[in-house]
């Protein structure tokens, strides 16, 4: 099916361990963004991408490596998790970028637990 | 950044209109409005979005006033399935060749039964 599928759904990890989550979009955007959502911050956002080979940090980019080899995937690395990267991670897809005024669209996000 | 305000809750009986408002009395002339809402446990999910002209879509309504310094989200017929949080944003932030939405607290719509 056609949309933005995030994988695992859930994840428990311990402190110090790499973790990654996945993100596909089968639409063929050109901009992925990564958001995490935390109760009394809203979402933040941690990284995003104009297109393949092509990433930026966002608000809260500390702790977290991205990658875009494919512009259908946007895998966010956790390289050493802390707990205070316990989290609910969204990733989005938007056709443009720039001026464009092209709505984000989300996945139903991984919800990570670092012990 | 422009900022918006929204109430922090709101009900509504299923089956009627619910009309939730957004002030946003700094944004410029070039920022549009968008809605999200974000149902429990799930991503959220785009709505609509405006810059001057009302706008319908199959979900809702975007009614932009004339100074545009406000707006309301009307789901014209509320459904429980509508009860989520909704959010009002616009701001997009244009970072190099990017962009990206800055998402405020939103408004708890609990639709009753």
């Known amino acids: 099916d056609a949309g933005i599928t995030q994988s695992p759904r859930y994840k428990i990890t311990e402190t110090g361990r790499q973790v990654t989550l996945m993100c596909h979009q089968t639409w063929s955007h050109s901009y992925m963004f990564w958001y995490r959502q935390d109760l009394g911050h809203g979402l933040r956002l941690i990284y995003y991408?104009?297109?393949?080979?092509?990433?930026d940090k966002g608000e809260v980019p500390d702790g977290y490596v991205v990658s875009r080899s494919k512009t259908e995937n946007f895998p966010l690395t956790l390289e050493s998790a802390t707990r205070s990267q316990t989290s609910v991670y969204f990733c989005a897809s938007s056709e443009q970028g720039g001026n464009s005024n092209s709505p984000l669209h989300f996945g139903n996000g991984t919800r990570l637990t670092v012990t | 950044d422009a900022k918006t305000t929204q109430p922090p809750s709101m009900d509504c009986a299923e089956g009627r209109a619910a009309n939730l408002p957004c002030n946003h009395s700094?944004?410029?002339?070039?920022?549009?409005v968008y809605w999200y809402r974000q149902i429990h446990s799930q991503g959220p999910q785009y709505i609509i979005h405006g810059l001057k002209n009302n706008e319908t879509n199959e979900m809702a309504s975007l009614i932009i006033t004339e100074d545009r310094k406000s707006s309301t989200l009307i789901l014209p017929h509320a459904t429980l399935r509508d009860t989520a949080v909704y959010y009002c944003i616009v701001r997009f932030k244009p970072s190099g060749s990017a962009r990206q939405l800055t998402f405020g607290s939103g408004t708890q719509l609990t639709v009753l039964p």
């Open positions: 700094t944004i410029s002339g070039n920022e549009y």
């Open positions: 991408s104009a297109a393949a080979d092509i990433t």
